[in-house]
């Protein structure tokens, strides 16, 4: 069976390209328009990681991993931010958050999966 991940992000584009690029690889994708849209699709979506953005409507990237890291379930998946932010103090933020990885956007295909690689083991 395949290794479950949802990507989060309110670019409708960005989604595409990340799904495109993990279902090519093998994985399973879920996909959720902002960190609300995240939480409503949780709970069926036994997940093994998450790729979210930072900036989006409703619920941001860092705003997502608290909650997401509050749920027993989801207190160990790997979260990575694949975001255009790449300052050092939104990279904390994000780390003091519950963050495993940054990737800054626009991203390499290669890049996102080696990343994924890494963290899923």
């Known amino acids: 069976m395949s290794k479950v991940i949802m990507t989060v992000d309110d670019s409708a584009s960005v989604r595409q390209m990340v799904a495109f690029t993990l279902k090519g690889a093998g994985y399973t994708v879920v996909e959720a328009v902002d960190g ?50 790449s300052q050092d103090t939104k990279k ?11 990737i800054v956007k626009p991203f390499k295909p290669d890049q996102l999966l080696a990343v994924i690689k890494k963290v899923l083991g």
Do not use: C
Request: aromatic fraction near 4%; charge should be neutral.
């Open 92 to 102: 904390q933020e994000g780390k003091s958050a519950g963050a495993t990885g940054w």
């Open 36 to 85: 609300k849209d995240a939480l409503a699709k949780l709970p069926t979506a036994q997940i093994h990681m998450m790729i979210t953005d930072l900036n989006m409507p409703n619920l941001d990237g860092i705003g997502l991993i608290k909650e997401v890291r509050a749920l027993p379930a989801y207190k160990f998946i790997p979260i990575v931010m694949l975001t255009t932010e």
